[in-house]
């Protein structure tokens, strides 16, 4: 017997039953896998960002004080002023250190034998003087050598022709190994125990004096160092802080979509570092000028005394330094300026 066949309705039901069958997922069928995110930079590109960046900013606060060079030139002015003076007083600091030698060199113990003594014993004695622990060189001086020093000094060679005798007795003059006044002191309580030794002076306040004076230049010439160092961070960050309130704008809508504080702060500090070179510069400048202007009076005030000195100057080494201390100070005067009012900076 023969089966009907399907109608067309029938049909059609059933083929739209297979299409929605085809199109549910199959449970069992595995997921897909998801796509790899993209990395980040590399280190090395955000090293080159990093360098791009500082070398923009370093051309970039060279030219907007290059746009305003008479505003930059008063507030570098106002730095090398500042510097000027602690320069100066550290060239009298290294005067004072060469004095210290010389000093050492001139502190001296000067023995006086007994009038009797002749020629042949001063001789020996200064042998036996010699010989003596932390004795250094010796010098003999005759009475007659005494004699003619002391009337050249005092341009007393008429009257003193008349003098039937020489009054003055023969010396020996010792430079010690050690300028220490205690050493020096001991070492003269040694000599006069020696037989034809009658006195053993030994002068030592002047020397003392001197080196206190040196000593109290030292301290002032640090402290207006320190003082003077805290003016030219003040001088750059109220010149640092105008520019930021100029640009407080601009410094709102970076931080607005992001910038850090590094990034902000970056340019600020290349023209506090600026600020601070030309600072140096200038100051180095006007001790060139100032020691050229003053270094006639000093050779003629010099030579009237019959000396030979001649004001010191700032070698390679110095002048380094200095544009360094500068610039340092500049850069962290505006380091200072910038965080603190980055720190007041809210973006809006």
């Not at 070398?55 to 606060?61: E, F």
């Not at 507030?75 to 250190?97: E, F, G, H, N, Y």
């Not at 113990?109 to 036996?128: F, K, M, N, W």
């Not at 060679?157 to 190994?177: C, F, K, R, W, Y």
Request: aromatic share 6%; glycine share 10%.
């Amino acid at each position: 017997m023969k089966r009907p066949t399907p109608s067309e309705p029938s049909r059609r039901q059933g083929a739209v039953s297979r299409r929605r069958a085809s199109a549910v997922p199959d449970r069992r069928a595995p997921a897909p896998k998801p796509k790899p995110r993209a990395t980040g930079p590399g280190l090395g590109s955000r090293a080159r960002a990093w360098g791009r960046h500082h070398r923009a900013m370093l051309a970039d606060s060279l030219q907007r004080l290059v746009r305003h060079p008479l505003g930059s030139l008063l507030t570098m002015l106002a730095i090398a002023i500042a510097l000027v003076l602690p320069a100066a007083l550290w060239l009298t600091l290294d005067s004072a250190r060469l004095l210290d030698a010389e000093l050492d060199e001139s502190a001296t113990l000067t023995v006086y034998l007994e009038p009797a003594v002749d020629q042949a014993q001063a001789e020996r004695i200064e042998e036996a003087v010699g010989a003596e622990a932390g004795v250094g060189e010796t010098r003999l001086i005759s009475a007659e050598e005494g004699m003619a020093t002391f009337q050249r000094s005092l341009g007393l060679d008429d009257t003193l022709m008349g003098l039937e005798e020489n009054p003055l007795p023969a010396s020996i003059v010792i430079h010690p190994q050690s300028v220490d006044p205690g050493a020096m002191e001991a070492l003269a309580g040694q000599l006069e125990g020696l037989a034809g030794v009658d006195e053993v002076r030994l002068d030592l306040a002047w020397v003392e004096r001197l080196r206190h004076l040196a000593n109290l230049g030292r301290r002032v010439a640090l402290a207006l160092g320190v003082l003077f160092g805290f003016g030219v961070l003040l001088v750059v960050g109220n010149t640092i802080r105008l520019a930021v309130e100029s640009r407080r704008r601009e410094i709102e809508v970076v931080m607005l979509i992001g910038a850090t504080h590094a990034f902000v702060r970056r340019p600020f500090l290349y023209s506090g570092a600026w600020y601070g070179f030309g600072g140096g510069g200038l100051a180095l400048l006007l001790l060139g000028l100032g020691n050229h202007w003053l270094s006639l009076p000093v050779a003629a005030l010099a030579a009237s005394y019959g000396a030979d000195f001649s004001l010191p100057q700032l070698d390679v080494a110095g002048s380094t330094i200095l544009l360094a201390c500068s610039t340092l100070l500049g850069w962290l005067g505006a380091w200072l300026a910038v965080s603190r009012h980055l720190a007041s900076i809210r973006p809006r």
